[in-house]
């Protein structure tokens, strides 16, 4: 919230075409024009992407007036704007909702597409397509998943309750179950011992985008580990079984996994089973990056990781909410 604002009087810019708007603070005493600051604040996209949108009326001030490009933001203490990908790439498979009621949504999420946007994707993430068919703008994440990953995501639908969902996943209230596919235990030069509990500290790689997990250090770190999941091989998979996949798969053994994280660090599941000597079946960063970011992404081999289940005491309601994902990793074309 700007400093000098209720939040009860503060101009809320409506929902366009199921996309939020996003908002940039301005520093004060600025003498720039509207389209200057916004083309050096996000150098990445081009000028005239800016124009377009100041000709749509998508540039709006603190107050909801819309901004043309030469308005001076002296007076300004924030703006609006609204995402939008030009030539965005369709995503060829949709999600699910496989439950609705007043408080919440939950939906399927297929492989590869994002849950809010981000990237190279903004009408085709999870949240934009749910907000335009259910016709819920207030609607909201409650947790995330990557985007290479499939399986349950829930939101809330209104705006007043969205802490207290959020709530019990930042206090860990929440039982989560994945199902992975990696090597059998026996491929790992760790001869790992199941079931287990893998805990970790968990930092940002060198890579942006990547994850690592690094020696603790008690001058550095004042924690041992800040990531920790339950892990159990529960199911081994032939050869003959990938045989029709369209994926290509070395001659080695495979075997079902179910995982349990107890935190919720980014990346964390594919980073222990890394780890472990175990990288899932699919994965593009871990233990290499082989997918660039420019690159398109393979839908014939997806990341072998799906949300499966989910539970926890519904904080308004006081209900128990216990979901199961309709969806499973297909070994089989």
Request: net charge neutral.
């Amino acid at each position: 919230m700007v400093c000098g604002m209720s939040s009860s009087n503060a101009f809320k810019p409506p929902v366009k075409n199921g996309v939020g708007p996003s908002t940039v603070g301005i520093p004060a005493n600025t003498s720039q024009l509207a389209i200057d600051f916004l083309t050096q604040k996000f150098s990445a996209i081009a000028r005239e992407i800016w124009l377009q949108r100041f000709d749509a009326g998508e540039i709006l001030n603190a107050a909801g007036r819309v901004m043309a490009p030469q308005d001076s933001l002296l007076l300004e203490s924030h703006l609006h704007y609204y995402r939008s990908i030009r030539n965005e790439p369709e995503l060829p498979f949709k999600a699910c909702v496989i439950f609705q009621d007043d408080y919440l949504v939950v939906a399927d999420k297929p492989h590869f597409m994002p849950v809010t946007p981000s990237g190279r994707y903004v009408q085709q993430s999870l949240l934009v397509q749910l907000k335009q068919q259910l016709n819920l703008p207030e609607l909201s994440p409650v947790h995330r998943i990557d985007r290479e990953t499939a399986g349950l995501v829930v939101f809330s639908v209104r705006a007043q309750d969205r802490n207290a969902y959020q709530e019990l996943f930042r206090l860990r209230q929440v039982e989560k179950t994945y199902e992975a596919i990696a090597g059998a235990p026996e491929t790992s030069n760790l001869n790992p011992q199941f079931p287990l509990v893998h805990r970790s500290l968990m930092a940002q790689d060198t890579q942006f985008f990547r994850m690592q997990e690094i020696t603790p250090n008690a001058s550095q770190f004042p924690i041992e580990f800040n990531s920790e999941t339950w892990i159990d091989c529960v199911e081994r998979i032939t050869t003959q079984e990938f045989a029709m996949q369209a994926v290509e798969t070395k001659e080695m053994p495979w075997a079902r996994y179910l995982l349990k994280p107890v935190t919720g660090q980014r990346h964390q599941l594919r980073v222990h089973m890394n780890a472990l000597g175990l990288p899932l079946l699919g994965d593009q960063f871990y233990p290499l990056v082989r997918l660039g970011a420019q690159e398109s992404d393979n839908f014939k081999n997806p990341l072998q990781l799906l949300a499966k289940s989910i539970l926890f005491k519904d904080p308004i309601s006081g209900f128990t909410r216990s979901f199961t994902s309709s969806l499973s990793l297909k070994v089989l074309a």
